[in-house]
C-alpha cells in the first residue's frame, strides 16, 4: 500500500504479447471526479457538514467528539485497535463468530491492544449488541496477516500468510472453523506463500492465492487438504495487491499496481488449468483495464446484477483526482471491460482537496488521510448495497441497486480526539478494513484502526430486513 502523489495514468491502448497472442489493453476511461450523491439523514443522525470530512474546526466546538453518524445505530463496540479485514462465519452447530485482525501495523498497535494483546480476535456472536472475546488467533501469520486474511464459508477455513505493508517471508496458517467457530483448530503453518501481502480464496475452498505487490510474486497454494498445502503455481510477472476469484474457479481478478511493465488497473487471468490442477499451468491475461484517475488498485471482487457481470474494485491512497475511490466495471465481456460508474466522497474531489484539509487531525499522518481503502459486498449475486472503508471518512455504505447510479445512504464515522489518554499520539479515524454483514439482523461489522470493532444496524430510509441476493461469496 501506499499513499502517492497525482498521479494520472497514461495509459493508452497497447498490444501485449501473451503466449504468440496479441491481446488489446483497454484505453482509461475518461476520469470522473464528481460525488457520489450523499446519504440523507434521518432522526437520530450526526450529519457531516462536508460528505467525508471531520474538520479540525469541530475539535474546538466539541462536535468532533461526537462522531458522525448517518441512517445507522451503532449496537456493539469491542476493542481498541483493528486492522484489515473483518469475516463472519455460522458454524455447524449454529454459533455466530466475527474475526478480525487487530494490528495496522506489527507491532506498533501492541500498546493499544490491552490484556488481550496482539493477534486475530475471535469474536461469539450470539448477542450482536455483547460480543464476547473466545479466543484470540497468535500464529506467526495471524499476528501479522496485513490483508491476507480470508475464510471460505464453504469449507470452514480460515487462512492468513505472515505479511506486512512491504513484504514479510510468506509463511501461510489455516484453522479449521467449522466444528467450533468460537475455537479455531490450527491445522497448518508452513512457508509456502513465498511472500505476503494479500490473500484470496477460490470459492470451492480449495485453493488459496498470495500476493506480495511489491516483490512481484503471485501464488497458488493447494489446501484440499489444509493439513498439508501444496503449491501450485507462481509467478513474478505482476504486482499483485488484492485478488478475488470466480465462482467457477477459473477467473482471477487482480487489482495490480504498476509493474515491470509499468501498467496498474485490473488484470483478468485465467486460472482454470490452476483449478483443473493441470501440472505447470498456463496462465494467460484474458484482459486489462485502467483508468485515467487510477491511484493505487487495492482490489477487485466479481458479481452479477440483473443478470449482467461486473466488478466491484476500490484504489487506495492517492491525492488529487487520483486519489483512492471505488468504482464498478463491467464485465460481461471479459475481453473488453469498462468502467460504468465511480463512487467517492465530497472530500475526495480534487477540488475539495488542499492545505486546509492537511490542519484535519491525522490527516497529516502516513497512511492516514480521506481516502479509500475497502470495500465488500454481501452477495456475489443481486447485492443492492456496498459497503466500504474511507479511512479518516470511517465506514459508508452505498445503494447499488442500480449499477451506473450509485448514491450514500448510511455512515458511521468516529474519530478518536488528539493526545486521548488511550491513544496519546493518534487521532481521527483510521477505517481500512473490509467490512462484513450479517444478513439475518442486516448488521455491519467493520474495524477502525485508532479504535477497535464496530457493529452498526442500518436505519431509516437506509434499512434493510435482510441484505438481498445469496448468503456472502465463499471465497471473499
Not at 151 to 170: E, H, I, S
Not at 280 to 293: E, H, K
Amino acid at each position: 500500500m501506499r499513499r502517492s502523489s497525482l498521479r494520472l495514468a497514461v495509459v493508452s491502448a497497447a498490444v501485449i504479447a501473451v503466449g504468440g497472442a496479441a491481446l488489446a489493453t483497454a484505453a482509461p476511461t475518461p476520469p470522473s471526479t464528481a460525488a457520489t450523491p450523499a446519504a440523507k439523514c434521518g432522526p437520530g443522525s450526526l450529519p457531516e457538514a462536508v460528505q467525508g470530512r471531520a474538520p479540525k474546526s469541530d475539535v474546538a466546538s466539541g462536535r468532533y467528539a461526537k462522531g458522525y453518524t448517518c441512517n445507522v445505530a451503532e449496537i456493539a463496540h469491542q476493542g481498541r485497535s483493528g486492522g484489515y479485514r473483518v469475516e463472519r462465519y455460522v458454524d455447524e452447530q449454529g454459533n455466530e463468530c466475527a474475526y478480525y485482525d487487530s494490528t495496522l501495523l506489527w507491532p506498533t498497535s501492541v500498546a493499544d491492544q490491552g490484556t488481550t494483546g496482539p493477534g486475530t480476535y475471535v469474536l461469539d456472536m450470539k448477542d450482536p449488541a455483547k460480543p464476547v472475546v473466545t479466543d484470540v488467533l497468535r500464529s506467526l501469520a495471524f499476528q501479522s496477516p496485513h490483508e491476507s486474511m480470508r475464510l471460505n464459508t464453504k469449507r470452514g477455513l480460515l487462512a492468513a500468510v505472515f505479511a506486512y505493508p512491504t513484504a514479510q517471508p510468506g509463511q501461510v496458517d489455516i484453522y479449521d472453523v467449522s466444528q467450533d467457530c468460537r475455537k479455531p483448530v490450527l491445522m497448518s503453518s508452513t512457508p509456502f506463500g513465498v511472500l505476503g501481502h494479500e490473500g484470496g480464496f477460490s470459492p470451492d475452498g480449495n485453493t488459496y492465492y498470495v500476493g506480495s505487490l511489491y516483490f512481484n510474486t503471485l501464488t497458488a497454494l493447494d489446501v484440499s487438504d489444509p493439513r498439508v498445502p501444496k503449491p501450485l503455481w507462481a509467478t513474478d510477472d505482476y504486482e499483485p495487491h488484492g485478488v478475488s476469484i470466480s465462482d467457477d474457479g477459473n477467473t482471477l481478478y487482480m487489482a495490480q499496481a504498476t509493474n515491470k511493465g509499468g501498467f496498474e488497473g485490473l488484470t483478468v487471468l485465467d486460472v482454470s488449468q490452476v483449478q483443473k490442477r493441470v501440472p505447470n499451468p498456463q496462465v494467460p491475461i484474458v484482459s486489462r483495464l485502467t483508468w485515467d484517475t487510477v491511484s493505487t488498485p487495492q482490489n477487485a471482487t466479481p458479481f452479477t446484477s440483473r443478470g449482467k457481470k461486473y466488478v466491484m474494485e476500490i484504489d487506495e491512497f492517492g491525492s488529487g483526482a487520483a486519489i483512492g475511490a471505488a468504482r464498478i466495471i463491467d464485465v460481461e465481456d471479459i475481453t473488453a471491460p469498462k468502467v460504468v460508474s465511480d463512487i467517492r466522497l465530497e472530500v475526495n474531489r480534487a477540488e475539495a482537496q488542499g492545505a486546509d484539509l492537511e490542519a484535519d487531525p491525522g490527516n497529516n499522518q502516513a497512511f492516514q488521510g480521506y481516502q479509500g481503502h475497502y470495500c465488500s459486498l454481501p452477495s456475489r449475486v443481486d447485492p443492492t448495497i456496498l459497503a466500504c472503508t474511507f479511512i479518516m471518512s470511517g465506514l459508508r455504505v452505498f445503494d447499488i441497486s442500480d449499477v451506473t447510479k450509485p448514491r450514500e445512504i448510511a455512515y458511521h464515522n468516529k474519530p478518536i480526539l488528539p493526545g486521548t489518554a488511550t491513544n496519546p499520539n493518534r487521532a481521527g479515524s483510521f477505517a481500512m478494513s473490509a467490512p462484513a454483514y450479517d444478513e439475518q439482523t442486516g448488521d455491519i461489522w467493520y474495524s477502525d484502526g485508532n479504535s477497535g470493532f464496530y457493529v452498526v444496524r442500518l436505519t431509516g430510509s437506509a434499512k434493510r430486513p435482510k441484505f438481498a441476493g445469496e448468503i456472502v461469496n465463499p471465497g471473499n
